[in-house]
């Protein structure tokens, strides 16, 4: 087995009320991924495959950073639709649409519940099968031939850390509320399974004059 490094994409269009307009990147998630990009190439770091979703904002992240490595991508490493979930959500159940950081912040762990239970018809995908095709493709990269970089989300690897470490769903809500922008995590091998050893690094970020950088959403 190889060890999987899952970065999480630039800063995306944080003000979207809609999937398709969340999905680029702004200007600052385009330096944070350059940023990133440069920093791995300065320690030397050895990747032999790159993978990253089809989500724009994750092809721009990969772009930005400038590895040198050919991109493999894979519909199975994009994100959950939370904005399509959470209007699904108060359609059904009434429950508002967060407005600010502070409603988000209370709205992801009810939704992640809710959806978990299958208490939302409207979701464009179960919460099983969400977690299936996230073991299947990391599965199949670890059984890969070196190190992998994969570009991709917070929810999904707030998710990954739930399967390795069999986190609750509550747990898993908090890990991906704390997921930086560009942030590193590692997934290494020991004794046939995959085990976090790296949980949201950003030592490219860490510069005082760049921790205006140090985003969340």
Same mark, same amino acid.
């Given at each position: 087995?190889?060890?999987? &490094? ?12 809609? /999937? ?6 702004? &200007?600052?998630? @385009?330096?944070?991924? =350059? ?6 190439? =300065?320690?030397?770091?050895? @990747? ?11 092809? /721009? &992240? ?12 894979? =519909? ?19 429950? $508002? ?26 979701? $464009? /995908?179960?919460?099983? /099968? ?21 570009? &991709? ?42 085990? $976090? ?13 760049? @921790? ?6």
């Amino acid at each position: 087995m190889s060890h999987i &490094t899952l970065i999480r994409h630039g800063q995306a269009n944080s003000g979207a009320t809609d /999937e398709q307009s969340y999905d680029k990147l702004s &200007t600052l998630g @385009h330096q944070q991924s =350059a940023w990133l990009g440069a920093h791995l190439k =300065a320690q030397n770091q050895h @990747h032999a495959r790159l993978f990253t979703g089809t989500l724009r904002r994750h092809v /721009e &992240t990969e772009a930005a950073m400038q590895m040198g490595l050919t991109p493999i991508r894979d =519909a199975r490493l994009n994100e959950l639709e939370y904005l399509t979930l959470a209007r699904a959500m108060e359609k059904e159940h009434g429950v $508002p649409f967060p407005t600010d950081q502070a409603g988000f912040t209370t709205h992801l762990p009810m939704l992640f519940a809710a959806w978990q239970r299958d208490e939302i018809a409207g979701a $464009p /995908e179960r919460f099983c /099968e969400f977690e299936a095709r996230i073991s299947d493709v990391l599965r199949e990269i670890a059984e890969g031939d070196g190190p992998a970089l994969v570009v &991709t989300s917070g929810g999904l690897i707030a998710c990954a850390m739930r399967q390795v470490l069999r986190l609750d769903i509550g747990a898993m809500a908090q890990l991906a509320l704390a997921i930086y922008n560009t942030s590193q995590h590692r997934l290494f091998p020991i004794g046939g399974q995959l085990s $976090p050893t790296m949980f949201n690094a950003i030592p490219h970020l860490e510069d005082p004059s760049r @921790h205006f950088a140090q985003t969340h959403v």
